[in-house]
């Protein structure tokens, strides 16, 4: 089955600063990789997505990236903000019935002032 | 708001008893998830429903047994938990088909502790 690693587990930056967090998978099968932000008392919002026929996605200061061939994609966040603080996951899997995500171990992201 | 609603939020049980959770969804999707969240561990996939039919099982204990009634529903009936099981108890919805294929939306979670 799919393995998705995540790194780093924690992650803290100053107000303005980019984040990177990296996710690595296994199974070349996987075509869709969805992040998620969790904040505290609630459930993961899903913020970005990338499927397997792009390299690169933006959405304002959000971006994904994916290298098929090395398996691995990244988040990254640009100019970030004390809101941007929460708890970060990768998720990886194939769009067959019912997509069965598999998640990282997720990043705490902590932006301070 | 996702549009992924969950009953209750926190609930408190004893090892004899029998509770449930409810999960409805509101966005006209055609699949629902269970998934476990424990601390400092990877979110784990439960159960699966697709068009109303389980199609995954997670090799998950009979002390827990998912109901979909019908597409935007969807139940987890508990009984004889274990405090192991005390966890964060996630339902997600997506639409099985077309370019938003894949897509999982969330709900805000149950928050269950077995004493």
């Known amino acids: 089955g799919e393995n998705v690693e995540q790194h780093p587990s924690t992650l803290s930056v100053q107000e303005g600063d980019s984040a990177v967090i990296k996710c690595t998978y296994s199974?070349?099968?996987?075509?869709?990789f969805p992040w998620y932000k969790q904040e505290l008392g609630k459930g993961p919002q899903l913020i970005i997505d990338?499927?397997?026929?792009?390299g690169e996605k933006k959405d304002q200061r959000i971006a994904v990236t994916l290298n098929k061939t090395a398996k691995h994609f990244s988040l990254h966040i640009t100019e970030t903000q004390p809101e941007d603080s929460a708890v970060y996951f990768c998720a990886a899997s194939s769009t067959g019935t019912a997509s069965k995500l598999t998640f990282g171990t997720g990043t705490r992201l902590q932006v301070t002032l | 708001e996702t549009g992924v609603t969950q009953t209750p939020r926190h609930l408190v049980m004893g090892m004899t008893n029998k509770k449930s959770l409810k999960c409805e969804q509101h966005?006209?999707?055609?699949?629902m998830y269970w998934y476990k969240q424990s601390a400092k561990k990877p979110l784990e996939l439960m159960f699966v429903y697709s068009l109303e039919e389980r199609v995954e099982n997670n090799s998950v204990p009979s002390r827990f047994s998912p109901e979909c009634p019908n597409s935007s529903h969807l139940f987890l009936h508990l009984h004889t938990l274990q405090p192991e099981d005390s966890a964060l108890y996630l339902c997600?919805?997506?639409?099985?088909?077309?370019?938003?294929?894949?897509?999982?939306?969330f709900g805000p979670g149950t928050r269950l502790t077995v004493t």
């Open positions: 990338i499927r397997s026929n792009v």
């Open positions: 997600a919805s997506s639409q099985d088909s077309g370019l938003l294929k894949g897509e999982q939306y």
């Open positions: 199974d070349s099968a996987s075509n869709y």
């Open positions: 966005l006209g999707h055609n699949a």
